[in-house]
């Protein structure tokens, strides 16, 4: 597939399709701590069997392109994929390579905006985002922190732990900030990992916590997932 691309000196949205969605719950995760909330992203894309239906490049992104097992390069991007179940609410997952580099605060709130933008094209005003939290010794655990206190109530009876340490970094944190400046409703759940290698056991934790969080049943073996 050609690109065709701007002048890269702002990010640049590549639509493959418009998916029809109505009101759609958007999830974000995006390669951070353990690489936690891009792999539970990708079980939840595999469960919901969501389509790749837009992708965003852009000059913050790191200079490098991403090689598959296959020898073929590409540009690093951010990826959204559309899941519309029929009896339930409709979703709109991103995921992607990178993010931009923690040195460059401006980048940062850049690509939130713009993801944040797009998604208002939807008329999406809830949101989740998923992440890692990077302690000596994880255990099976997941944390929230939320725009509500009705949202944090609900989601600590269902067995989530109060995120209580200060701070979210990068996207995880600041897309909900900015969301919430918009007015949104949304939540974040971190899993606990060593964040030193691709944790897939506390993906899977986080994965199976937000399905049941969002009312949603899935049979997805998630040993079988692609997380690459």
Same mark, same amino acid.
């Given at each position: 597939?050609?690109?065709?691309?701007?002048?890269?000196?702002?990010?640049?949205?590549?639509?493959?399709?418009?998916?029809?969605?109505?009101?759609?719950?958007? *999830?974000?995760?995006?390669?951070?701590?353990?690489?936690?909330?891009? &792999?539970?992203?990708?079980?939840?894309?595999?469960?919901?069997?969501?389509?790749?239906?837009?992708?965003?490049?852009?000059?913050?992104?790191?200079?490098?392109? &991403?090689?598959?097992?296959?020898? &073929?390069?590409?540009?690093?991007?951010?990826?959204?994929?559309?899941?519309?179940?029929?009896?339930?609410?409709?979703?709109?997952?991103?995921?992607?390579?990178?993010?931009?580099?923690?040195?460059?605060?401006?980048?940062?709130?850049?690509?939130?905006?713009?993801?944040?933008?797009?998604?208002?094209?939807?008329?999406?005003?809830?949101?989740?985002?998923?992440?890692?939290?990077?302690?000596?010794?994880? &255990?099976?655990?997941?944390?929230?922190?939320?725009?509500?206190?009705?949202?944090?109530?609900?989601?600590?009876?269902?067995?989530?732990?109060?995120?209580?340490?200060?701070? *979210?970094?990068?996207?995880?944190?600041?897309?909900?900030?900015?969301?919430?400046?918009?007015?949104?409703?949304?939540?974040?759940?971190?899993?606990?990992?060593?964040?030193?290698?691709?944790?897939?056991?506390?993906?899977?934790?986080?994965?199976?916590?937000?399905?049941?969080?969002?009312?949603?049943?899935?049979?997805?073996?998630?040993?079988?997932?692609?997380?690459?």
């Amino acid at each position: 597939m050609l690109l065709d691309l701007p002048a890269m000196d702002k990010p640049f949205f590549n639509e493959l399709f418009k998916p029809s969605l109505k009101r759609p719950t958007f *999830i974000s995760g995006l390669p951070g701590f353990g690489d936690v909330g891009r &792999i539970a992203a990708r079980f939840f894309i595999e469960a919901t069997d969501a389509k790749r239906f837009a992708e965003l490049y852009s000059p913050y992104f790191p200079d490098y392109v &991403i090689v598959n097992s296959k020898g &073929i390069c590409r540009l690093p991007r951010y990826e959204f994929y559309a899941a519309s179940l029929s009896s339930k609410r409709d979703y709109v997952i991103l995921t992607g390579d990178v993010q931009p580099s923690f040195e460059d605060v401006n980048a940062h709130y850049w690509m939130c905006c713009e993801v944040l933008d797009f998604m208002s094209e939807f008329e999406c005003d809830f949101i989740v985002t998923l992440g890692g939290v990077p302690t000596p010794y994880p &255990i099976d655990e997941v944390y929230v922190a939320a725009l509500s206190d009705e949202l944090r109530e609900g989601l600590v009876k269902k067995g989530a732990k109060l995120y209580k340490r200060g701070r *979210i970094v990068g996207a995880t944190g600041l897309l909900l900030g900015l969301a919430k400046a918009r007015g949104w409703k949304g939540f974040c759940l971190l899993g606990a990992t060593t964040g030193m290698e691709p944790d897939l056991k506390a993906a899977s934790s986080l994965f199976k916590f937000l399905t049941s969080a969002l009312g949603l049943e899935s049979d997805v073996d998630v040993r079988r997932v692609d997380v690459s």
